[in-house]
T-cell receptor, first 114, second 116 residues
Framework: LAKTTQPISMDSYEGQEVNITCSHNNIATNDYITWYQQFPSQGPRFIIQGYKTKVTNEVASLFIPADRKSSTLSLPRVSLSDTAVYYCLVGEPPLTGGGNKLTFGTGTQLKVEL | DTEVTQTPKHLVMGMTNKKSLKCEQHMGHRAMYWYKQKAKKPPELMFVYSYEKLSINESVPSRFSPECPNSSLLNLHLHALQPEDSALYLC???????????????FGPGTRLTVT
């Protein structure tokens, strides 16, 4: 099981860039790194996914160093609506075998204020 | 349509009741999942269906019985539940798992279950 470690909570202000780091020291060769966002009483929503280096989409960037033992989710210019729990997942999808099982970590509660 | 729908949104049931949760997706996904989420905890995987066949059961008690009638529907039948089973039950779907590689899971809004 790929254990992930994230900060329990983070606070920020509107317009700032937020970086949430996830540690995953026992990441396996076939494991991908995926981040989800979850609002209260809703299902998680996919944000971004990567294997190595840097991935960017319309909402976030994901930075993965060469050793892949950590990753950083970067949210540019956050707003109040970005207040949510952010989960880092490391592993392989079910049934593929060989790597770590894809499991939700404890998550980071991000609070954005005015 | 990138939506996973779940019904009902809320369910209150007694310990002797039998009820069912329903999940539907029309994205052509061939993998469907049930998760259980307790308050302030991460989602925990319960079951995985791949091509309408149960592929993973994470040692879930038999009072939870999943069913996948076709590629778009997923049910979770509930019987003789305990109060500690009260939680948010999430359904998700994703692309074909047999291809390997990364998958993006699409989650429904969940069913808030209270067992009295």
């Amino acid at each position: 099981l790929a254990k992930t470690t994230q900060p329990i909570s983070m606070d920020s202000y509107e317009g700032q860039e937020v970086n949430i780091t996830c540690s995953h020291n026992n990441i396996a060769t076939n494991d991908y790194i995926t981040w989800y966002q979850q609002f209260p009483s809703q299902g998680p929503r996919f944000i971004i996914q990567g294997y190595k280096t840097k991935v960017t989409n319309e909402v976030a960037s994901l930075f993965i160093p060469a050793d892949r033992k950590s990753s950083t989710l970067s949210l540019p210019r956050v707003s109040l609506s970005d207040t949510a729990v952010y989960y880092c997942l490391v592993g392989e999808p079910p049934l593929t075998g060989g790597g770590n099982k894809l499991t939700f970590g404890t998550g980071t509660q991000l609070k954005v204020e005015l | 349509d990138t939506e996973v729908t779940q019904t009902p949104k809320h369910l209150v049931m007694g310990m002797t009741n039998k009820k069912s949760l329903k999940c539907e997706q029309h994205m052509g996904h061939r993998a469907m999942y049930w998760y259980k989420q307790k308050a302030k905890k991460p989602p925990e995987l319960m079951f995985v269906y791949s091509y309408e066949k149960l592929s993973i059961n994470e040692s879930v008690p038999s009072r939870f019985s999943p069913e996948c009638p076709n590629s778009s529907l997923l049910n979770l039948h509930l019987h003789a539940l305990q109060p500690e089973d009260s939680a948010l039950y999430l359904c998700a779907s994703s692309q074909d798992l047999s291809r390997g590689g990364p998958v993006e899971q699409y989650f429904g809004p969940g069913t808030r279950l209270t067992v009295t």
